[in-house]
């Protein structure tokens, strides 16, 4: 158990449709990641948050955005969904931008 | 900006044999190289990671790797393999010369099977 946490685990929604997917990171972890893994495009890095700002952004759709709360929880937010966006999403945290990045065990997203 | 290439999207060796799992990468920067490995319906979990110190990098469940400039590759290898080692393997570097440990630029995987 890294200490990462994502919730839901699973999600099934229609095409159109909008979600959010969260994740808490580990206890005192200052930085968040989120990544899309899908067998087409493999693991890719969406975006970063440090402490509540937006440190970096990766190839994150427009229709995606995400925050990060005063608690350090974050949230990524997923409109307007299309088939080609049902993957694997992953959370990962680190003390630090410094240092290691510890994965959540993702949020595997259905779109039908 | 970082690429890495992972030679072998299928590995598979035998109970107790060698393993090897290559990665070569591309950076602009001084890379920092990581190995993570992924078991079915879990996350990521590091193995290792090499940040400009020591050239061979032990990690977890006796992986290690060694970080070679000339050849711009980070190997994983392991003596003897078990069923447990059964996995996809990540190499990753991270972006921005490792002002950013957790933003990183993945291989496209390796699937390393055991046999008995």
Same mark, same amino acid.
């Given at each position: 158990d890294s200490g990462v946490t994502q919730t839901p685990k699973h999600l099934i929604t229609a095409t159109g449709q909008r979600v959010t997917l969260r994740c808490s990171p580990r206890s005192g972890d200052l930085s968040v990641y989120w990544y899309q893994q899908s067998l087409d495009q493999g693991l890719q890095f969406l975006i970063q948050y440090y402490n509540g700002e937006e440190r970096a952004k990766g190839n994150?759709? !427009?229709?995606f955005s995400a925050q990060q709360f005063p608690d350090l929880h974050s949230e990524l937010n997923l409109s307007?969904? !299309?088939?080609?966006?049902s993957a694997l999403y992953f959370c990962a945290s680190s003390v630090l931008a410094q240092t290691e990045a510890f994965f959540g065990q993702g949020t595997r997203l259905t779109v039908v | 900006a970082q690429s890495v290439t992972q030679l072998g999207s299928h590995v598979s060796v035998s109970e107790g044999a060698l393993v090897l799992l290559r990665c070569n990468y591309s950076s602009s920067v001084p890379p920092y190289l990581f190995w993570y490995v992924q078991y079915p319906n879990q996350g990521l979990q590091l193995l290792l990671k090499y940040t400009?110190?020591?050239?061979l990098v032990k990690g977890i469940n006796g992986f290690e790797a060694e970080f070679k400039k000339s050849e711009t590759s980070f190997h994983l290898t392991k003596p003897s393999a078990h069923m447990s080692d059964a996995a996809e393997y990540f190499c990753a570097v991270s972006d921005a010369g490792g002002t950013s440990y957790g933003k990183l630029t993945f291989g496209q995987g390796t699937i390393l099977t055991v046999h008995p």
């Open positions: 994150i759709l !427009e229709r307007s969904l !299309e088939l080609g966006d | 400009s110190a020591a050239t």
